[in-house]
Nanobody, 128 residues
Framework: QLQLVESGGGLVQPGGSLRLSCAAS????????IGWFRQAPGKEREGVSC????????FYADSVKGRFTISRDNAKNTVYLQMNSLRPEDTAVYYC?????????????????????WGQGTQVTVSA
Protein backbone atom coordinates (compact mmCIF):
# COMPACT_ATOMS: atom_id res chain seq x y z
CA GLN A 1 0.00 0.00 0.00
CA LEU A 2 1.45 3.32 -1.09
CA GLN A 3 1.55 5.87 1.71
CA LEU A 4 2.97 9.37 2.25
CA VAL A 5 3.40 10.91 5.68
CA GLU A 6 4.33 14.56 6.18
CA SER A 7 5.93 15.94 9.33
CA GLY A 8 7.86 18.96 10.52
CA GLY A 9 5.20 21.62 10.51
CA GLY A 10 4.64 24.01 13.36
CA LEU A 11 4.54 27.61 14.51
CA VAL A 12 7.45 29.84 13.54
CA GLN A 13 8.11 33.56 13.61
CA PRO A 14 8.49 35.55 10.40
CA GLY A 15 12.00 35.13 9.06
CA GLY A 16 12.34 31.72 10.66
CA SER A 17 12.88 28.30 9.13
CA LEU A 18 11.24 24.89 9.08
CA ARG A 19 12.06 21.64 7.36
CA LEU A 20 9.18 19.50 6.24
CA SER A 21 9.61 15.79 5.63
CA CYS A 22 7.60 13.50 3.39
CA ALA A 23 8.28 9.86 4.16
CA ALA A 24 7.11 7.20 1.74
CA SER A 25 6.19 3.58 2.23
CA UNK A 26 5.04 0.98 -0.26
CA UNK A 27 7.00 2.45 -3.16
CA UNK A 28 10.41 3.82 -4.09
CA UNK A 29 10.35 7.59 -4.22
CA UNK A 30 13.20 7.80 -6.69
CA UNK A 31 10.87 6.41 -9.36
CA UNK A 32 8.20 9.04 -8.75
CA UNK A 33 7.82 12.76 -9.21
CA ILE A 34 7.18 14.30 -5.80
CA GLY A 35 5.43 17.60 -5.31
CA TRP A 36 4.79 19.89 -2.37
CA PHE A 37 1.53 21.80 -2.33
CA ARG A 38 -0.09 24.08 0.21
CA GLN A 39 -3.59 25.22 0.98
CA ALA A 40 -4.52 28.21 3.08
CA PRO A 41 -8.04 28.66 4.50
CA GLY A 42 -10.44 29.78 1.80
CA LYS A 43 -7.89 29.38 -0.97
CA GLU A 44 -7.22 26.78 -3.61
CA ARG A 45 -4.41 24.28 -3.25
CA GLU A 46 -1.30 25.66 -4.92
CA GLY A 47 1.95 24.09 -6.01
CA VAL A 48 5.08 25.10 -4.15
CA SER A 49 7.85 22.87 -5.42
CA CYS A 50 8.56 19.51 -6.97
CA UNK A 51 11.36 17.13 -7.79
CA UNK A 52 11.27 14.96 -10.86
CA UNK A 53 11.81 11.23 -10.74
CA UNK A 54 15.27 9.75 -11.15
CA UNK A 55 17.96 12.30 -11.80
CA UNK A 56 15.37 14.93 -12.65
CA UNK A 57 15.48 18.52 -11.66
CA UNK A 58 13.83 20.64 -9.01
CA PHE A 59 11.26 23.33 -9.64
CA TYR A 60 9.73 26.12 -7.60
CA ALA A 61 6.83 28.50 -7.67
CA ASP A 62 7.93 32.12 -7.98
CA SER A 63 6.52 32.89 -4.54
CA VAL A 64 9.06 30.59 -2.83
CA LYS A 65 12.00 30.65 -5.22
CA GLY A 66 15.21 31.46 -3.38
CA ARG A 67 13.66 30.68 0.01
CA PHE A 68 12.58 27.02 -0.26
CA THR A 69 14.69 24.03 -1.25
CA ILE A 70 13.39 20.59 -2.13
CA SER A 71 15.61 17.53 -1.83
CA ARG A 72 15.36 13.77 -1.77
CA ASP A 73 17.17 11.20 0.36
CA ASN A 74 16.84 7.90 -1.46
CA ALA A 75 18.34 5.91 1.42
CA LYS A 76 15.56 7.16 3.70
CA ASN A 77 12.92 7.19 0.96
CA THR A 78 12.08 10.72 2.06
CA VAL A 79 11.68 14.08 0.36
CA TYR A 80 12.33 17.28 2.28
CA LEU A 81 11.23 20.87 1.89
CA GLN A 82 13.59 23.30 3.60
CA MET A 83 11.77 26.57 4.14
CA ASN A 84 13.77 29.67 5.05
CA SER A 85 12.84 33.32 5.45
CA LEU A 86 9.27 32.34 6.17
CA ARG A 87 6.52 34.93 5.78
CA PRO A 88 3.00 35.12 7.20
CA GLU A 89 1.65 34.41 3.71
CA ASP A 90 3.38 31.02 3.81
CA THR A 91 0.88 29.92 6.45
CA ALA A 92 -1.03 26.90 5.15
CA VAL A 93 -1.42 23.16 5.36
CA TYR A 94 1.41 21.63 3.36
CA TYR A 95 0.91 18.39 1.46
CA CYS A 96 3.29 16.15 -0.40
CA UNK A 97 2.12 14.16 -3.40
CA UNK A 98 3.50 11.45 -5.66
CA UNK A 99 3.04 10.74 -9.35
CA UNK A 100 4.53 7.80 -11.27
CA UNK A 101 5.11 9.81 -14.44
CA UNK A 102 8.17 11.95 -15.03
CA UNK A 103 7.09 15.57 -14.74
CA UNK A 104 9.21 18.68 -15.09
CA UNK A 105 8.87 22.42 -15.09
CA UNK A 106 5.48 23.98 -14.54
CA UNK A 107 3.78 20.62 -15.19
CA UNK A 108 5.51 19.36 -12.06
CA UNK A 109 3.89 21.81 -9.63
CA UNK A 110 1.30 23.69 -11.67
CA UNK A 111 -1.66 21.43 -10.95
CA UNK A 112 -2.57 19.16 -8.08
CA UNK A 113 -4.73 17.08 -10.42
CA UNK A 114 -1.75 15.34 -12.01
CA UNK A 115 -0.83 13.68 -8.74
CA UNK A 116 -2.39 10.37 -7.73
CA UNK A 117 -1.15 9.94 -4.18
CA TRP A 118 -1.33 12.38 -1.28
CA GLY A 119 -0.27 12.65 2.32
CA GLN A 120 -2.49 13.93 5.12
CA GLY A 121 -0.80 17.33 5.39
CA THR A 122 1.10 19.24 8.05
CA GLN A 123 0.22 22.70 9.35
CA VAL A 124 2.70 25.55 8.98
CA THR A 125 1.89 28.79 10.77
CA VAL A 126 4.08 31.85 10.42
CA SER A 127 3.19 34.46 13.00
CA ALA A 128 4.77 36.78 15.49
Amino acid sequence: QLQLVESGGGLVQPGGSLRLSCAASGFTMDYYTIGWFRQAPGKEREGVSCISSGAGGTFYADSVKGRFTISRDNAKNTVYLQMNSLRPEDTAVYYCAAERRFLAGYACFGSARVYDYWGQGTQVTVSA
